[in-house]
């Protein structure tokens, strides 16, 4: 059976490019600073995002959690939206880990903090409240559809954030994907930010890494927090020379999925029983919500007709990436029918 796998763009596989740099990697020991394949990526990455520096970590997660345990001591507290990726999807490792106390505001549809309400969210001064130490936004923004957000969408929490004497953190997972959609080059996106992570295993297509970007004297103190939570990787080479040659070679074909996802949008609003808006998608995420049926029999559904797709209750997500074609999401359209036709209730 062919299977179109729409759960996520973490199911990538390295590109032949990719699995060649990987064998034929220099390696050293990264803990010591020792291996060029990693310090090459990092100064790349550096450069890509406008940064001083930079340093690979494992995960996306990681990279958060470093990030967040970085510009937070214990009983600090930092700001998030109550859709971030941070706050449902990463177990709560700042509180856990660092004793870091997360408060969450309201965001828009699109997931975009309001000024207004991260300036009401900061703690006054004084002995008791908790110090506001870090405000944290995504782009794209994964629960807001992949919605990509401009510089000046960003400047007005972040303007905010450092009147009040807070750092800010961009998780930005997938800042590739928001600047191929806004035209921009992603350091535009990064430039207001303290600290900034992105995956290398989304959209970029390698088989693990992230990266954290900041300034000289944050990122030194990042490989401190990177160690702490078990990070320090030894000849990780192997996983930097597949970054490397995604940043050289991978971000401008996420237009690609872009284009393909806004197709899958524009077929999920024609069938019954689904209901999309495909204005409301910029990049390579789709959400739709299910009117006459419910994710897990949907998505099993699916699964038997050769499409995956991750859900809960009354929605269901899409993910377009490397390795999926238009001809993949016409074959996943018919899926998606043919399983909507099969699970309304008859009559």
Same mark, same amino acid.
């Given at each position: 059976?062919?299977?179109?796998?729409? +759960?996520?763009?973490?199911?990538?596989?390295?590109?032949?490019?990719?699995?060649? !740099?990987?064998?034929? #990697?220099?390696?050293?020991?990264?803990?010591?600073?020792?291996?060029?394949?990693?310090?090459?990526?990092?100064?790349?990455?550096?450069?890509?995002?406008?940064?001083?520096?930079?340093?690979?970590? #494992?995960?996306?997660?990681?990279?958060?959690?470093?990030?967040?345990?970085?510009?937070?001591?214990?009983?600090?507290?930092?700001?998030?939206?109550?859709?971030?990726?941070?706050?449902?999807?990463?177990?709560?490792?700042?509180?856990?880990?660092?004793?870091?106390?997360? +408060?969450?505001?309201?965001?828009?549809? +699109?997931?975009?903090?309001?000024?207004?309400?991260?300036?009401? =969210?900061?703690?006054?001064?004084?002995?008791?409240?908790?110090?506001?130490?870090?405000?944290?936004?995504?782009?794209?923004?994964?629960?807001?559809?992949?919605?990509?957000?401009?510089?000046?969408?960003?400047?007005?929490?972040?303007?905010? %954030?450092?009147?009040?004497?807070?750092?800010?953190?961009?998780?930005?997972?997938?800042?590739?994907?928001?600047?191929? %959609?806004?035209?921009?080059?992603?350091?535009?996106? !990064? #430039?207001?930010?303290?600290?900034?992570?992105?995956?290398?295993?989304?959209?970029?297509?390698?088989?693990?890494?992230?990266?954290?970007?900041?300034?000289?004297?944050?990122?030194?103190?990042?490989?401190?927090?990177?160690?702490?939570?078990?990070?320090?990787? +030894?000849?990780?080479?192997?996983?930097? =020379?597949?970054?490397?040659?995604?940043?050289?070679?991978?971000?401008?074909?996420?237009?690609?999925?872009?284009?393909?996802?806004?197709?899958?949008?524009?077929?999920?609003?024609?069938?019954?029983?689904?209901?999309?808006?495909?204005?409301?998608?910029?990049?390579?995420?789709?959400?739709?919500?299910?009117?006459?049926?419910?994710?897990?029999?949907?998505? !099993?559904?699916?699964?038997?007709?050769?499409?995956?797709?991750?859900?809960?209750?009354?929605?269901?997500?899409?993910?377009?990436?490397?390795?999926?074609? =238009?001809?993949?999401?016409?074959? %996943?359209?018919? #899926?998606?029918?043919?399983?909507?036709?099969?699970?309304?209730?008859?009559?």
């Amino acid at each position: 059976m062919i299977v179109v796998d729409l +759960r996520s763009d973490t199911v990538t596989l390295p590109t032949a490019e990719m699995r060649r !740099a990987m064998y034929e #990697a220099e390696l050293g020991d990264d803990v010591y600073g020792e291996d060029p394949t990693v310090n090459r990526l990092e100064a790349m990455a550096a450069e890509r995002t406008g940064k001083e520096a930079a340093v690979l970590v #494992a995960s996306g997660t990681m990279g958060n959690l470093v990030c967040g345990l970085t510009h937070c001591g214990r009983g600090d507290e930092m700001i998030v939206g109550d859709t971030a990726h941070i706050y449902l999807n990463e177990q709560g490792g700042v509180a856990g880990l660092g004793g870091v106390q997360v +408060r969450t505001i309201a965001t828009d549809a +699109r997931g975009m903090l309001d000024p207004r309400r991260v300036e009401a =969210a900061i703690r006054p001064h004084g002995l008791q409240p908790p110090r506001t130490a870090l405000v944290c936004m995504e782009n794209t923004h994964n629960r807001g559809s992949g919605a990509a957000f401009t510089a000046n969408e960003m400047a007005g929490v972040t303007e905010v %954030a450092h009147a009040h004497g807070a750092s800010v953190h961009l998780d930005g997972a997938r800042i590739f994907n928001a600047a191929v %959609a806004l035209g921009v080059p992603v350091a535009e996106l !990064a #430039a207001q930010a303290d600290s900034l992570s992105f995956c290398l295993s989304k959209g970029l297509s390698c088989p693990v890494g992230s990266v954290v970007c900041g300034s000289e004297s944050f990122i030194k103190r990042a490989r401190r927090t990177r160690e702490m939570v078990g990070g320090g990787m +030894r000849q990780a080479g192997v996983i930097a =020379a597949a970054g490397i040659v995604a940043l050289e070679t991978m971000m401008d074909r996420l237009a690609e999925d872009h284009a393909n996802a806004q197709q899958l949008a524009q077929g999920l609003a024609m069938i019954p029983g689904l209901s999309i808006e495909p204005s409301r998608i910029q990049t390579n995420i789709v959400y739709v919500d299910l009117l006459d049926t419910t994710a897990p029999e949907l998505s !099993a559904a699916l699964r038997a007709r050769g499409v995956l797709a991750n859900g809960m209750g009354n929605w269901l997500r899409f993910v377009t990436h490397y390795g999926i074609t =238009a001809e993949d999401i016409e074959l %996943a359209l018919e #899926a998606i029918e043919a399983a909507i036709n099969g699970a309304r209730p008859v009559g």
